[in-house]
């Protein structure tokens, strides 16, 4: 008989069946048609903005070596239609709902954290701090450790939900940011939205994506992203949410073991539509071939 196996995990109040989520942008409705979304550790959404945006000009995607750039720029049909239309899809199935708010103002931040964090299907709210201030300097609000603070102190008065800071990698110390995060309220971690990237077509001289300059993402990333889970590690005791470059269970297992409690799965999704539930699966395998009864155990056991 095969021992039953913990892969529950928990993220501030919130506890999750199992560590694995899609990353937000790489997920829709339609993809229960081949996974089932009840597996899931959690529903994350296409973040939403509180108005209307068009996105960014075409070509949005191109894809390089081990990796692919996307601009998409936050497309998104605004909050209203998020809350009328997008949450009651999700709300019929059983993973909780990860709400990603993307806003133009700390104080646009706080204003569609109150509304989503009311809402009796919203179970936390991963905040992508990784957009730009545009009421600020230009600079994305998690490229400041001052301003990273200041957002989510304000933030966290207004709700009571878990809050997840998703942070950006175009830092020069991630471990600044995450520990400003911590400090104002922040209940875990994202580490972390794609690298900021360029490609060109040699042919044409013109950049392979419309707005210039994307956001690198796919297997190319993973050592990035499993260092800076490691470096934040070593500065928070909040959970860690590893985002970058997760293809499969070995590379999930890889973040957890370097100090991420869950991971999200992105760019593997659009080259596997499985691949939710088969990173899943081979986690389930990993522990049952190194007889790990938790999960949890897993979490930061690198050996150095």
């Known amino acids: 008989m095969i021992a ?6 928990r993220i ?11 990353a937000s942008g ?3 409705p339609e993809m229960h048609e081949v996974i089932d979304f009840n597996k899931l550790g959690a529903i994350v959404p296409k973040s939403i ?3 209307p945006r068009p996105g960014n000009q075409t070509p949005r995607v191109c894809e390089t070596p081990s990796g692919m750039i996307n601009s998409i720029g936050i497309q998104s049909k605004g909050i209203d239609y998020y809350v009328k239309y997008v949450i009651p899809d999700y709300a019929q199935y059983d993973a909780p709902i990860i709400s990603s708010i993307s806003a133009d103002s700390i104080e646009e931040f706080c204003e569609m954290s109150e509304l989503l964090g009311r809402h009796k ?6 905040l992508n701090i990784s957009c730009p201030n545009l009421k600020g300097d230009g600079h994305a609000f998690g490229m400041d450790a001052d301003v990273t603070y200041q957002l989510m102190q304000k933030v ?4 009571e939900v878990p809050l997840i800071a998703k942070l950006t990698p175009n830092v020069t110390s991630i ?3 995450a520990k400003a995060a911590e400090k104002g309220g922040a209940d875990a971690l994202t580490v972390a939205n794609t690298l900021l990237a360029m490609a060109i077509d040699t042919e044409t001289r013109k950049p392979r994506i419309g707005n210039v300059m994307g956001g690198l993402s796919g297997s190319a990333v993973k050592p990035i992203i499993v260092r800076m889970i490691y470096q934040t590690a070593q500065v928070t005791s909040i959970p860690i949410i590893g985002c970058g470059g997760i293809m499969n269970g070995k590379d999930a297992v890889e973040m957890m073991i370097a100090g991420a409690s869950a991971v999200q799965v992105g760019t593997a999704s659009f080259i596997h539509p499985t691949a939710l539930t088969d990173v899943l699966s081979d986690i389930q395998d990993y522990m049952q071939r190194h007889d790990i009864d938790d999960v949890n155990d897993l979490i930061g056991t690198v050996q150095l």
């Open 175 to 177: 471990q600044d940011i």
């Open 156 to 159: 966290r008065r207004v709700t």
């Open 49 to 51: 903005t509180k108005h």
């Open 4 to 9: 039953r196996r913990n892969t529950s995990i």
């Open 26 to 28: 790489a997920f829709g």
């Open 121 to 126: 299907h919203i179970d936390a709210l991963e």
């Open 12 to 22: 501030g109040s919130l506890t999750l069946s199992n560590p694995v989520m899609p």
